[in-house]
């Protein structure tokens, strides 16, 4: 019998006492310890310890639940002697032969817990992400050349010579992969093993992992570059310190901060590089073998599972000396974490919204603070809640104003739609290009240089509707549009993944030749410019047309071998890439990120306009920004004009302290979902119902979520407002504990949301 109870928070040595010795006072009672499972429940688990184990904190151990075996780690909380007689507990089966999880990582996982209110084994099942990986992994026959000398007797035809010349470089290989290489069958390879000509081993597989060398010279650094970076490495081994790298596109931010690994490993510890978009990882993957001569671990969903397991491992075992990867590379087992950098921490992609629902950035710093080491946080646009941080002290801050190597920040102009429009020409129909970008396209192609065209609108058209009866194009699932993806020839939603093919009559009227796209995609930008500049190579940079880090480092190569012309991009080519050649940066529809009513919009909008802006003309040549609006007068767009972008968050800041909203307030978001609107409803009346009534909160709420219904479940939104003084979690978990809501009805509790849908 296994019994849950709730985690305490004894120290190391008495539960180590207790899982070796059990009760001193008792020598009759088996020795007993708390064991945490990567489950979504609430505390840990109380288990015997056989005799012949000897368990720590931190040990990975196998134990019986129900009738299946999970692996879980020994529990810094000692067992409730008195809730359940020992002898009645099971027994843990086995101690797995990895290294504990160090102690500041098992307080990370309670952190995380506690602040975004999900149970600790949530959290834990992150860590443990690779399941795989925390079993012995199993060895490989692998065949090679052998040492001693090839028997005299033996009878050597042209297979066997090239067989044996294919091996003489005393690789181990599979059979398989040999034969292939010396071009002979399987009998070939078997008959030399059996005439000892060749050997067989086995081989235990490990992750490859070359350290990288702090000592290797990097480029020659600016004058503000080497002075930055000091400040960084000088941080390095003075514990806890939280520094805002503040550098404009282009200035070398990557550089300097690599000054701080080679420091961290230089004395001998692992380092976390955290980056917002794995897309964005070919380039910086190039920049670090050239600075340190081999390549980092990665981490990240693209990765196939053996390349996890081994990943993993090599991190535990503390093989991996430095990490890159998104946001879950955070969980990750490092044994000797000594530093963290962030790489565009203002980016919203680090907020993980399933699951547990935590920042990535925000958690790095605890995990920092906890280890007892620097982190660095790098933007060229810092996020308001950094650089109010920094302003206050709270954070170190290093600045960069200048792009290296004497390039100059692009000349940006506003283009006001309304006296500017795109003209709609009879050859090509409707436009989204206004006459002086199309002039710009037109003078960049014709002096040799590239230009980027950039709307943040995957597929061909966000709506489709029917001229004839005005029927309109909507997911089954939730209540949003289906996007046409014209090349594929469906019509998709983005958000639950939905997909049929694109008809050929109207579904509701049967007329045919009605159907309408509403809106422009980047697959309809497109198809616009292969009409207007036919001779110009062009590419789409989109999440549709990059699938992993492979196909983005071979399309940045070609872009930088100047093998295309345009590139229409998402936000995917917005940040992050270096493009000699790219001189021009249109922007089609820079109003789209201010709809809506997050009140982040204008900062996530100046964020990635600025961000784009800055892939243009980062080498010799001049850049120049054209930025497509209806709302020339609109705050970011002055300060996009102006590059005033302190004045800008300035306003933002004194906005958002005039109505003690983040980071001067509190906020949490409840969304409720249930699989019918009256549920959803009810469940809504019994939250607001128990609702507490303090000075310093404010329950707004509920209503129905703009996205009101996703994958078929009707969501209700509640959002809590609060002074910083207030223990919110505390509130919340107060409050929620007392709820009864029905088994279809589910609740989520988002800690400082970055999205309302």
């Known amino acids: 019998m296994v ?152 009878k050597l035809t042209p297979a066997r010579r090239r067989t044996l010349s294919a091996a003489e470089d005393g690789f181990a290989r599979s059979q398989a992969e040999l034969a292939r290489t010396a071009g002979v069958g399987i009998g070939v390879i078997k008959g030399l093993i059996a005439t000892g000509a060749l050997e067989e081993l086995e081989i235990v597989p490990q992750l490859p992992v070359d350290a990288p060398d702090p000592n290797r010279p990097g480029p020659s650094l600016s004058v503000e570059q080497r002075a ?29 901060y690599f000054e701080a690994v080679a420091a961290a490993l230089a004395a001998g510890r692992q380092v976390l590089v955290l980056l917002p978009e794995i897309a964005l990882s070919a380039q910086w993957l190039q920049r670090f073998a050239r600075r340190f001569g081999t390549a980092p671990v990665e981490w990240h969903s693209d990765l196939k599972s053996t390349e996890r397991r081994l990943a993993w491992r090599a991190v ?97 102009q506003l283009i006001d739609l309304r006296r500017d429009p795109p003209r709609r020409d009879p050859d090509i129909g409707v436009s989204w290009l206004s006459p002086p970008l199309l002039r710009a396209v037109e003078e960049t192609l014709q002096s040799g240089a590239q230009a980027l065209l950039y709307l943040n609108r995957r597929g061909y058209a966000p709506l489709t509707l029917c001229r004839a009866c005005g029927h309109r194009f909507e997911c089954p699932s939730c209540s949003a549009w289906l996007v046409e993806h014209r090349f594929l020839g469906r019509l998709i939603c983005h958000h639950c993944g939905y997909t049929t ?57 070609r872009i930088q071998a100047h093998e295309l012309d345009i590139v229409i991009g998402t936000q995917l080519a917005a940040k992050g890439h270096h493009f000699p050649l790219l001189t021009l940066v249109g922007v089609i529809d820079a109003d789209l990120g201010l709809k809506g009513g997050d009140l982040r919009a204008g900062e996530r909008t100046y964020h990635l306009l600025h961000q784009v802006a800055g892939r243009a003309g980062r080498a010799e040549r001049p850049g120049r920004v054209l930025i497509q609006t209806y709302d020339p007068d609109h705050p970011v767009m002055q300060a996009l004009v102006q590059g005033d972008r302190d004045r800008f968050l300035a306003l933002e800041a004194e906005q958002r302290q005039a109505g003690d909203w983040p980071p001067f307030g509190r906020l949490a978001a409840l969304i409720l979902s249930a699989p019918d609107p009256d549920m959803a409803d009810q469940a809504a009346r019994l939250v607001a119902r128990s609702a507490p009534l303090l000075q310093d909160l404010r329950v707004l709420g509920p209503a129905e979520a703009p996205l009101a219904v996703l994958r078929g479940r009707h969501r209700r939104r509640f959002l809590v407002k609060a002074r910083r003084t207030l223990p919110l979690q505390q509130v919340l978990r107060r409050w929620l504990a007392e709820l009864q809501l029905p088994n279809a009805v589910r609740l989520t509790v988002d800690i400082d949301p970055y999205s309302f849908w």
């Not at 400040?231 to 931010?253: E, H, I, P, Q, R």
């Not at 049967?510 to 159907?515: D, F, I, K, V």
């Not at 410019?529 to 789409?540: E, K, S, W």
Request: charged letters at 25%; hydrophobic letters at 40%; a negative charge.
């Open 3 to 154: 019994e849950r109870r709730a985690t305490s928070a004894p120290s190391v040595d008495e539960l180590s006492r207790s899982a070796r010795t059990g009760d001193p006072g008792d020598p009759s009672k088996p020795p007993c310890l708390r064991v945490l499972l990567p489950l979504p429940l609430s505390g840990t688990f109380s288990y015997a310890v056989p005799p012949e184990l000897a368990l720590s904190p931190g040990d990975y151990v196998t134990v019986p639940l129900g009738r299946r075996e999970v692996i879980g780690l020994v529990w810094e909380s000692p067992p409730d002697e008195a809730a359940v007689p020992a002898e009645k507990l099971k027994a843990v089966h086995a101690r797995l032969d990895l290294p504990p999880l160090p102690q500041d990582h098992r307080r990370f996982i309670d952190w995380v817990a506690g602040y975004s209110l999900a149970p600790p084994g949530a959290v834990l099942r992150m860590t443990l992400s690779s399941p795989g990986a925390l079993m012995p992994p199993k060895p490989m026959r692998r065949v090679r050349r052998a040492d001693r000398p090839t028997p005299a007797d033996l």
């Open 228 to 256: 930055a970076a000091d400040d960084l490495m000088g941080k390095v081994a003075n514990g806890f310190s939280v520094t805002l790298l503040d550098g404009v596109t282009g200035s070398g931010k990557t550089e300097v």
């Open 316 to 412: 535990a075992e503390g093989r991996a000396k430095v990490v890159v990867g998104a946001r879950s590379a955070l969980f990750l087992p490092y044994s000797e974490l000594g530093l963290i950098v962030v790489d565009e921490e203002h980016e919203a992609a680090f907020k993980q919204e399933d699951g547990v629902i935590y920042h990535a950035r925000d958690m790095a710093v605890v995990r920092a603070r906890l280890g007892d080491f620097p982190i660095v946080l790098a933007s060229a646009t810092p996020s308001l809640e950094s650089m109010v941080n920094a302003q206050s002290g709270k954070y170190g801050e290093v600045r960069l104003p200048n792009r290296h190597g004497g390039a100059e920040l692009p000349k940006v």
């Open 501 to 557: 093919r694109t008809p050929e009559a109207c579904p509701a009227c049967g007329e045919t030749e009605a159907l309408t796209p509403v809106g422009p995609g980047v697959e309809r930008l497109a198809e616009e410019v292969t009409r207007r500049f036919p001779a110009a190579r062009l590419q789409i940079m989109s999440s549709d047309s990059i699938h992993g880090p492979a196909e983005a480092s071979e399309l940045i190569r």
